[in-house]
């Protein structure tokens, strides 16, 4: 099945992308843009949201061992008016143990630049991480309309 | 996927594509070392206007990219940063790409000749009088 066989009005209102490869990455990038120009973000928000995507996908791979990113719109459930977006990254992998440390600029336990998450941080409205050590890292991030 | 170089004259020329991952990163940037060794390059202008995202890891490649053409004498120059991306590089880390910027490729070659000339370096402009 490909999109193009959606009506406009019909396109999902959410997105799921497992993370398992580096083309992955891209592809949830891509997919987060289109379901912000499908919810009428502006564009800056639209690119802000892609690179955020972008960002916690790479994490998912590289420092979860892969996992899922998932976005959907927010609904006003009286209006049916949407709210904002919201950006989920879910993996099993080793979790992190000192978040506030992971989330200090220039901090990386790898080869990065240690500054994709507070850059997620700072491109998103809202910002959380919950993460057990051994059991996995939920990240979830939310843009306003 | 291969990262074509473009040479013109003492310049080099390469395009930063979407799809560059991990390894065709490090392939590229040793094709680049030993092309930049090779034409004893006076400058090297990366373009990234293929790229609309430009997230940590493309930044990393990018910095990494101009500081080892800096490490082997060149001079080195982003070019080709679209405007949403400038937008969002600005709202994510504001240093996040430590090299020199231009809008397009143009601008990019006149700020690279301008630095050569600057240097003293007069084998551009021997090459350009044959
Ligand atoms: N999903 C995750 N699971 C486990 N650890 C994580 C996860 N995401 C981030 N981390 C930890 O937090 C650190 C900081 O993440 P951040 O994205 O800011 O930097 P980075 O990924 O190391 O580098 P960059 O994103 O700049 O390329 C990582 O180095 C890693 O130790
Ligand atoms: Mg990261």
């Known amino acids: 099945m490909t999109s193009a066989s959606f009506q406009p009005q019909q ?11 580096e083309a992955d990455i ?13 919810l009428e973000f502006s564009r800056t928000a639209a690119y802000h949201i892609a690179t955020a995507a972008s960002e916690l996908a790479a994490n998912l791979l590289f420092h979860g061992g892969g996992g899922w990113l998932h976005a959907h719109a927010l609904f006003d459930p009286q209006t049916q ?6 950006v989920l990254a879910l993996d099993h992998g080793p979790g992190i143990a000192d978040i506030a440390l992971a989330l200090t600029e220039g901090y990386s336990t790898g080869k990065g630049l240690g500054c994709g998450l507070p ?8 910002f959380m991480i ?5 059991d996995g890292t939920c990240v979830k991030a939310i843009k306003w309309r | 996927m291969k990262i074509p170089i473009l040479r013109l004259e003492r310049i080099l020329l390469v395009s930063i594509q979407v799809d560059l991952t991990d390894n065709d990163a490090m392939q590229f940037q040793s094709d680049l070392v030993e092309q930049v060794a090779e034409i004893e390059a006076l400058g090297v202008a990366i373009d990234i206007t293929a790229l609309d995202v430009v997230d940590s890891y ?3 490649v990018i910095n990494d990219t ?31 790409l430590g090299a020199d910027c231009a809008f397009n490729l143009g601008q990019g070659l006149e700020i690279l000749r301008t630095r050569i000339a600057t240097r003293g370096d007069t084998r551009l402009s021997e090459d350009e009088n044959v």
């Not at chain 1, 941080?121 to 809202?126: A, G, I, Q």
């Not at chain 2, 120059?77 to 994510?92: D, H």
């Open chain 2, 58 to 60: 493309m930044a990393r």
């Open chain 1, 130 to 134: 919950e993460s057990t050590v051994g």
């Open chain 1, 11 to 21: 396109r999902p209102h959410h997105i799921d992308v497992a993370v398992n490869a």
């Open chain 1, 81 to 86: 008016e949407v709210l904002g977006l919201e």
């Open chain 2, 66 to 96: 101009a500081s080892m053409v800096r490490l082997l004498g060149a001079e080195s120059v982003i070019c080709g940063v679209q405007p949403f991306v400038a937008l969002t590089l600005v709202e994510m880390g504001r240093d996040l």
């Open chain 1, 119 to 126: 850059g997620v941080k700072r491109l998103m409205d809202e």
């Open chain 1, 26 to 38: 891209q592809a949830a990038c891509r997919a987060a843009r289109q379901l912000a120009e499908t």
